[in-house]
């Protein structure tokens, strides 16, 4: 049997017992790190200063709730949750719900502050634009105007954290502002904010936004559980009535 198994984010030392996270004992990390140190040093192998700490706190917990069911993520959770189906499922189904239009979209306007260069980048929305393409990260389904941006952005300015990235992020606004009224939303300014803390590769950005709204997720789900089979259904159908034959008929209704 092998002494050790490694891998290059962490690996265990299974004569002596011990656990690593890259090259740091986990014993270590759980005295001297919070979680968001635990998060820069697995990811990138380093850490963070002060001002990164509370800006990327910032980003996941803008990242958590407040939408209500509107979110797909939160409503597919929901939906499995008043199956009673286990905690695990119905996470499950709440991250499958995610795609391009819903929690992805971060990853590509991550790509565009990645791959384009500040002195284009307004060319570069006119040009897609006349194409008749969009940005990603910019509108909003159900609202005029995302709130959370402003906030965000104010933030950056408070904490002198207003990179390269943020500074496309508000050239891009300007300009969509000026041609089509379109606003910044959560995903084009978080993902501008993730760019400058280091977190480069688009892909952070789906898994960032999970694992914030997970805390929201969590929270439906264990709302739902109190309710009893198929309550969830009246959240899209509001006529929907259980028959009532005087004894429990939820489990094994053949559905």
Not at 88 to 113: F, K, L, N, R
Not at 122 to 134: M, T
Not at 181 to 204: H, K, Q, R, T
Not at 227 to 250: C, T
Request: hydrophobic share 40%; aromatic share 10%; glycine share 10%.
């Amino acid at each position: 049997m092998a002494k050790t198994v490694h891998s290059s984010v962490d690996w265990a030392d299974l004569e002596k017992g011990r656990l690593y996270v890259r090259d740091m004992p986990l014993e270590r990390m759980v005295r001297e790190h919070d979680f968001i140190d635990a998060l820069y040093h697995t990811w990138l192998h380093k850490k963070p200063s002060p001002q990164q700490k509370r800006m990327l706190n910032a980003v996941l917990v803008c990242f958590a709730g407040g939408w209500s069911i509107i979110p797909p993520v939160t409503f597919a959770a929901r939906l499995a949750a008043t199956t009673k189906a286990p905690i695990a499922q119905c996470i499950a189904a709440a991250y499958c719900a995610s795609g391009p239009s819903h929690t992805s979209a971060i990853e590509g306007v991550m790509a565009i502050y990645r791959d384009v260069e500040l002195k284009d980048m307004e060319s570069f929305v006119h040009s897609r634009l006349e194409k008749g393409g969009q940005i990603p990260g910019f509108g909003h389904p159900v609202v005029a105007r995302d709130p959370r941006p402003v906030v965000m952005r104010k933030l950056c300015d408070e904490l002198g954290m207003v990179g390269p990235a943020v500074r496309k992020f508000d050239v891009i606004e300007s300009t969509l502002n000026g041609k089509k009224g379109i606003y910044g939303n959560v995903d084009g300014i978080n993902g501008a904010i993730l760019n400058d803390l280091g977190f480069v590769e688009p892909s952070y950005g789906p898994a960032l936004f999970l694992l914030g709204r997970s805390l929201s997720i969590t929270a439906h789900i264990l709302e739902e559980y109190k309710n009893k089979p198929f309550e969830a259904l009246k959240l899209v159908y509001p006529g929907f009535h259980q028959i009532d034959y005087g004894y429990d008929v939820s489990e094994g209704d053949g559905k």
